[in-house]
T-cell receptor, first 112, second 115 residues
Framework: DAKTTQPNSMESNEEEPVHLPCNHS???????IHWYRQLPSQGPEYVIH???SNVNNRMASLAIAEDRKSSTLILHRATLRDAAVYYC?????????????FGTGTRLQVTL | DAGVIQSPRHEVTEMGQEVTLRCKPI?????LFWYRQTMMRGLELLIY????????DSGMPEDRFSAKMPNASFSTLKIQPSEPRDSAVYFC?????????????FGPGTRLTVT
């Protein structure tokens, strides 16, 4: 499985944008890029996913590099409720495409 | 919809006992997943089902672990006999489509403690 690399932790001030980076230099042409987050004492929660084009939804934006070797999750205005571990995950669009392989993620701390 | 439902939320048992974790996926979701999360190993996929059929159980740690899905609305993960190293949070997730086409919805988890 293609691997992802994320910083262990990041800090942000409330109400400011947050850019969470992810490197995936071994990504294949059919791999989707998924982001999930896990709040304390909860199960992981889907945030966003994409293949090649940038994606926006009500929670966040996903910016994908042109060569697809990296991507950035953008939280436009961080709140205290966004403090969580954010996972960047690759999935193949093949017969085993239903698997998610979680890495260690980035722990986001949001302060007042 | 109530989301993915797991029971019990907490389970404390003694080493050697049988443990059964239960999961009810979201109605209409054809894919069901069992994950285990520990501090040391993070979040690991144990097994997943498609239309009640186990597709990939390569993550099941050993023969003490077994999972079944007798129908579309119910799955169990059983550990027999349990050991202290099985202590973890076990998550069940479901999805309507193969990954890449839809997200996975996770349940609240079952925190298992084996003493």
């Amino acid at each position: 499985d293609a691997k992802t690399t994320q910083p262990n932790s990041m800090e942000s001030n409330e109400e400011e944008p947050v850019h969470l980076p992810c490197n995936h230099s071994t990504i294949s042409g059919t791999d989707y890029i998924h982001w999930y987050r896990q709040l304390p004492s909860q199960g992981p929660e889907y945030v966003i996913h994409g293949l090649t084009s940038n994606v926006n939804n009500r929670m966040a934006s996903l910016a994908i590099a042109e060569d697809r070797k990296s991507s950035t999750l953008i939280l436009h205005r961080a709140t205290l409720r966004d403090a969580a571990v954010y996972y960047c995950i690759l999935s193949g669009n093949t017969g085993t495409a239903s698997k998610l392989t979680f890495g260690t993620g980035t722990r986001l701390q949001v302060t007042l | 919809d109530a989301g993915v439902i797991q029971s019990p939320r907490h389970e404390v048992t003694e080493m050697g006992q049988e443990v059964t974790l239960r999961c009810k996926p979201i109605s209409g979701h054809d894919y069901l997943f069992w994950y285990r999360q520990t501090m040391m190993r993070g979040l690991e996929l144990l097994i997943y089902f498609n239309n009640n059929v186990p597709i990939d159980d390569s993550g099941m740690p050993e023969d003490r672990f077994s999972a079944k899905m007798p129908n579309a609305s119910f799955s169990t993960l059983k550990i027999q006999p349990s050991e202290p190293r099985d202590s973890a949070v076990y998550f069940c997730a479901s999805s309507p489509l193969p990954l890449g086409k839809a997200e996975q919805y996770f349940g609240p988890g079952t925190r298992l403690t084996v003493t």
